[in-house]
């Protein structure tokens, strides 16, 4: 055995070093969406969609918000052309009857109004959201898209944690792309 073979103590002690000071972390378990030992993997798969989703949108990492029922992951997007059209949305994972997976949309009244009265278009050929619905938990005219429940289903079902971010990368790229038009 070599000193920098995979398994030395030199080789193990620099990536401990690593982890602590880049603050890596790496999942490799799938998320159980009815366990709290989920929400650190949940938020940290967010925020990884968010810094690495190649969409002609803006996205820049915002808050973790953490609730009762919930935990989101908050960021800015805007249009890349189109500096003046920022909006707020959030990745959620809700803990109500059955845990359910969404993406928010808040923060522009003007931009939510236009996908409200476009909402069969946006949901045409979705495959992974239904139709968005308003709710006020962050303001009365917050919009929401719930990972459908065919891929909630896959998502839970997933045998390994690529799985399940495929889904949710997949799920928040779908979602973001069909509402950029309306930025």
């Known amino acids: ?50 810094n690495s989703l190649d969409s002609d949108l803006e996205l820049c990492e915002y808050k973790t918000y953490c609730y009762p029922t919930s935990v989101q992951q908050g960021f800015f997007f805007n249009h890349k052309d189109n500096k003046g059209s920022n909006c707020f949305g959030a990745i959620g994972l809700w803990f109500n009857d059955k845990p359910v997976i969404t993406l928010g949309i808040s923060n522009n009244t003007e931009i939510i109004a236009k996908i409200n009265q476009n909402k069969s278009m946006i949901t045409r ?56 038009i309306f930025l």
Request: proline share 2%; glycine share 2%; net charge negative.
């Open 125 to 180: 050929d979705a495959e992974c959201f239904e139709e968005p619905y308003t709710e006020g938990y962050w303001k009365a005219d917050d919009l929401w898209f719930e990972l459908n429940e065919n891929k909630t289903k896959q998502f839970q079902n997933a045998k390994t944690y690529e799985e399940q971010y495929h889904i949710l990368y997949e799920f928040v790229k779908e979602t973001l792309l069909k509402v950029s």
């Open 1 to 50: 055995m070599t000193a920098f073979s995979d398994n030395s103590d030199i080789t193990r002690g620099y990536l401990t070093y690593l982890k602590s000071v880049c603050y890596i972390i790496k999942f490799d378990k799938t998320m159980n969406l009815e366990g709290l030992t989920t929400i650190p993997c949940f938020i940290e798969t967010a925020k990884k969609i968010i």
